[in-house]
């Protein structure tokens, strides 16, 4: 083997360099020198920004999905928020808006039970005040329930008014609550008179009517009828006291085909809705017997047949 061919280099085992000992000692003091040199005279500064400005694109990249995270976070975080806001002034307004309803409720009662009150001392008839509890089951009637029966000396036939006229009449009493039938319903007449003509007639339920109205029945074609005409009890039934407010005249057709005129009225009372009522006293106890029909008179009719 020719000698130029030989390695000269001594093996790795026989290699001596510093120690690491050395190595420690001398990269530590030269960095505490660097970290001197530094704070007293900057020397690393424009270094440092150079690094700064190469590295900044690449921390910008890095820190975007990080920011698009604290962003959508953030985002949600204020949605919910807004949407919790929303749903707490929500429900203050609603809150407030059922407040205000049912002060404007109670207003609007306790003007009726004044008005109720300041009624029944103009009455001369006995009467006492009650509570509509709630409508009757029967769908093909209107009734209602109030909160006075027997023991509190309701009578069936009893009239019924609120602060604006005439309700209906007491067809049923139990021990606490009684029934009462208003007069839309298709089963109660009623005989008024017209405040304006003095002439009387007789007012029905009108079942064919969509909405709560009466209908003045009986009335020839050619009778002084109008719309706006004032309709009173008569008081000749001895069940309703004469001069209570009934209805009021809406529409009046004439047709040639038939004798009677088409007469519809709006009932003054307030029909739907009611909560405080007045039960009268029945006027026919208050009336006096009709004389009885003397005898002669049975006698000379069966002479004469004879």
Same mark, same amino acid.
């Given at each position: 083997?020719?000698?130029?061919?030989?390695?000269?280099?001594?093996?790795?085992?026989?290699?001596?360099?510093?120690?690491?000992?050395?190595?420690?000692?001398?990269?530590?003091?030269?960095?505490?020198?660097?970290?001197?040199?530094?704070?007293?005279?900057?020397?690393?500064?424009?270094?440092?920004?150079?690094?700064?400005?190469?590295?900044?694109?690449?921390?910008?990249?890095?820190?975007?999905?990080?920011?698009?995270?604290?962003?959508?976070?953030?985002?949600?975080?204020?949605?919910?928020?807004?949407?919790?806001?929303?749903?707490?002034?929500?429900?203050?307004?609603?809150?407030?808006?059922?407040?205000?309803?049912?002060?404007?409720?109670?207003?609007?009662?306790?003007?009726?039970?004044?008005?109720?009150?300041?009624?029944?001392?103009?009455?001369?008839?006995?009467?006492?005040?009650?509570?509509?509890? /709630?409508? +009757?089951?029967? =769908?093909?009637?209107?009734?209602?329930? &109030?909160? $006075?029966?027997?023991?509190?000396?309701? *009578?069936?036939?009893?009239?019924?008014?609120?602060?604006?006229?005439?309700?209906?009449?007491?067809?049923?009493?139990?021990?606490?609550?009684?029934?009462?039938?208003?007069?839309?319903?298709?089963?109660?007449?009623?005989?008024?008179?017209?405040?304006?003509?003095?002439?009387?007639?007789?007012?029905?339920?009108?079942?064919?009517?969509?909405?709560?109205?009466?209908?003045?029945?009986?009335?020839?074609?050619?009778?002084?009828?109008?719309?706006?005409?004032?309709?009173?009890?008569?008081?000749?039934?001895?069940? /309703?006291? +004469?001069?209570? =407010?009934?209805?009021?005249?809406?529409? &009046?057709? $004439?047709?040639?085909?038939?004798?009677? *005129?088409?007469?519809?009225?709006?009932?003054?009372?307030?029909?739907?809705?009611?909560?405080?009522?007045?039960?009268?006293?029945?006027?026919?106890?208050?009336?006096?017997?009709?004389?009885?029909?003397?005898?002669?008179?049975?006698?000379?009719?069966?002479?004469?047949?004879?």
């Amino acid at each position: 083997m020719p000698l130029g061919t030989l390695d000269g280099t001594p093996p790795p085992f026989f290699r001596q360099g510093p120690s690491a000992l050395s190595k420690l000692m001398f990269f530590s003091a030269l960095a505490l020198f660097l970290m001197v040199a530094d704070t007293r005279l900057k020397i690393a500064q424009p270094l440092r920004v150079a690094l700064a400005t190469v590295l900044y694109p690449v921390q910008w990249t890095v820190m975007q999905p990080v920011m698009w995270a604290q962003s959508g976070g953030q985002y949600f975080g204020s949605l919910q928020q807004a949407q919790a806001k929303a749903e707490t002034a929500q429900r203050q307004l609603s809150l407030q808006s059922q407040r205000a309803n049912q002060v404007e409720q109670l207003a609007l009662e306790n003007e009726r039970l004044r008005q109720l009150l300041g009624l029944r001392e103009r009455l001369s008839t006995p009467a006492q005040a009650a509570q509509v509890l /709630y409508d +009757a089951a029967d =769908p093909y009637s209107h009734k209602v329930i &109030v909160d $006075r029966g027997s023991v509190d000396g309701i *009578a069936a036939g009893s009239p019924v008014l609120d602060e604006n006229g005439i309700l209906g009449q007491v067809t049923r009493v139990y021990p606490m609550v009684s029934e009462v039938t208003l007069i839309i319903d298709r089963d109660q007449a009623i005989p008024v008179l017209n405040t304006r003509t003095g002439a009387r007639g007789l007012v029905f339920g009108d079942p064919s009517a969509r909405v709560s109205a009466l209908e003045l029945r009986f009335m020839a074609a050619s009778a002084d009828v109008q719309a706006g005409d004032q309709l009173t009890t008569s008081g000749i039934d001895g069940v /309703y006291p +004469a001069g209570l =407010p009934v209805a009021r005249v809406e529409k &009046v057709e $004439r047709r040639a085909d038939t004798a009677f *005129a088409r007469i519809t009225c709006a009932p003054l009372a307030l029909v739907t809705g009611v909560r405080h009522v007045m039960i009268l006293t029945p006027v026919g106890p208050q009336i006096a017997p009709r004389p009885e029909v003397p005898a002669t008179g049975s006698t000379s009719r069966k002479g004469l047949r004879s």
